[in-house]
């Protein structure tokens, strides 16, 4: 099941898509909030429930272009005329144009032939600004509205190297959903003044964004192997009707899991290969089923596991699916799943070792990194369950083994991992809950653990701007 920072920006941008800030430089800003914010902990519990995650994409909801700067090329003297025996004049050397966004070191343009070398990993987002320093309103935010506005998107290789891909409109409001390495364009969410929103393409070589049929009430979910669309579609009822259906580049839409009996689609995830889905129904969550998502046949997870409340955490592989089930005032348990036809009986996993202080467990959704693993934010044996404070940690399939992946000391800090690849799983971190909604992102090598900041961020810093949305190319 995969989760990223557009997922939450239908909320962020309903409550505020113009949030702004104070204009001074104050490096004390962050720990006055974080004073703050400890003061009003008691009044303000809903900041650490899962409605926080939407302060993430309100980072970007101002765009303005910042024209690159072009150095002049250097003036050329005709040359007199030379014998057979004169060196020639050399050829002046011209400086590569680069661009500079407020919050990140100058940076060359994407040529063309850039864009066609790119490979999987490399990730692509969108970078606005001037972005919010809180996410309150209030009239201390006003005078961010003085200065200049940029938008554009930009691109980082997996070694940290960033290019600007193309400025936007000042008013583009979007969401960078998917995106192939190699290709000129990707699938983006765009976003009206009105909160409304429709799905596109944007043209990464103009900017220029394209409208395409879009399904309403529909949230994405995942994306076939073809590059379709697959959406959660409808929306609570009395009896209630959510189906998944997948969605096309014409707009032409198919449903799926009818056929399987599915009533209320609840808990929704496409598997790695983009070949198969999991849909668990509300009105019957003791079992799950797998559909195809080309041909519609289903299969039952036979081997579901008998507790009352389960729901897959992430894919492990394109057959075993990571499920986490829920006892009143007990630990959770974990079980391997598999999915296949023939599959076996579940197989417990994360189980609680001997030593409790060093018992670790998901708190939330997983992210599949793409090599058999699972990395989660975890949290230990009385720890909370809020999105702030949890550090992020990678269940090794292949072992049944748990390995710290990145450290989060602060507990106003949000750590979450968005994406993996290869091995290889992509962070942001922001101190949400010190009222920042300002993303860092970081990409850590699975097998060496280093950390590569992609798109960073000074918090005590106004002025700037920070990602708002990013896809890693596939």
């Not at 198919?254 to 668990?280: C, F, H, N, Y």
Request: hydrophobic content about 40%; glycine content about 10%.
């Amino acid at each position: 099941m995969t989760r990223d920072l557009h997922d939450y920006m239908s909320d962020a941008l309903a409550q505020s898509t113009r949030a702004l800030a104070d204009t001074a430089d104050d490096s004390n800003r962050v720990s006055r909030l974080r004073g703050a914010v400890r003061r009003r902990r008691t009044t303000r519990a809903a900041v650490r429930s899962t409605s926080v995650a939407c302060v993430a994409v309100a980072v970007g909801a101002l765009g303005w272009l910042v024209a690159p700067r072009h150095e002049p090329l250097p003036a050329q003297t005709p040359s007199p005329s030379v014998s057979a025996t004169s060196t020639p004049t050399p050829t002046p050397t011209v400086d590569p144009v680069t661009v500079v966004l407020p919050g990140l070191p100058p940076m060359p343009e994407a040529t063309p032939e850039l864009l066609a070398r790119t490979t999987p990993g490399w990730v692509l987002f969108r970078f606005a600004g001037p972005a919010p320093v809180t996410t309150d309103a209030g009239p201390e935010n006003e005078a961010l509205e003085a200065l200049p506005k940029f938008n554009a998107l930009v691109l980082a290789s997996p070694e940290g190297e960033r290019y600007r891909v193309v400025d936007l409109a000042t008013d583009a409001l979007l969401s960078v959903d998917r995106w192939v390495a190699g290709s000129t364009t990707a699938d983006v969410t765009v976003w009206g003044a009105d909160g409304g929103w429709s799905w596109g393409t944007v043209d990464l070589l103009t900017g220029d964004v394209t409208a395409i049929p879009t399904v309403p009430s529909a949230s994405t979910v995942g994306w076939t192997r073809t590059g379709e669309r697959v959406v959660l579609a409808g929306v609570l009822e009395d009896p209630p009707q959510r189906t998944v259906i997948v969605v096309d580049r014409s707009g032409k839409t198919r449903t799926v899991g009818a056929g399987a009996g599915v009533r209320d689609a609840w808990k929704v995830a496409v598997d790695p290969s983009g070949a198969r889905v999991l849909i668990q129904d509300r009105t019957s969550p003791e079992s799950a089923v797998v559909v195809d998502l080309a041909t519609d046949e289903s299969t039952a997870v036979r081997g579901w596991p008998s507790f009352p409340e389960c729901t897959a955490v992430s894919w492990i592989d394109d057959d075993d699916v990571l499920v986490q089930c829920l006892v009143e005032d007990a630990r959770p348990s974990h079980w391997r799943v598999d999915t296949s036809p023939t599959g076996a009986d579940p197989v417990p996993v994360l189980v609680e070792p001997d030593d409790p202080s060093t018992d670790v467990y998901p708190a939330h959704e997983g992210i599949p990194t793409g090599d058999g693993g699972t990395a989660f934010v975890g949290t230990g044996p009385g720890a909370s369950g809020g999105y702030c404070g949890g550090s992020v940690y990678v269940w090794r399939s292949s072992s049944d083994t748990v390995e710290l992946l990145a450290t989060n000391d602060d507990d106003l800090m949000s750590l979450l991992p968005e994406a993996g690849a290869d091995g290889d799983v992509y962070l942001t971190r922001m101190p949400v809950c010190a009222d920042l909604g300002m993303p860092e992102i970081s990409r850590v090598d699975g097998t060496t653990g280093a950390t590569t900041i992609l798109s960073p961020v000074d918090w005590g810093v106004t002025g700037t701007g920070s990602a708002d949305s990013f896809t890693v190319g596939r």
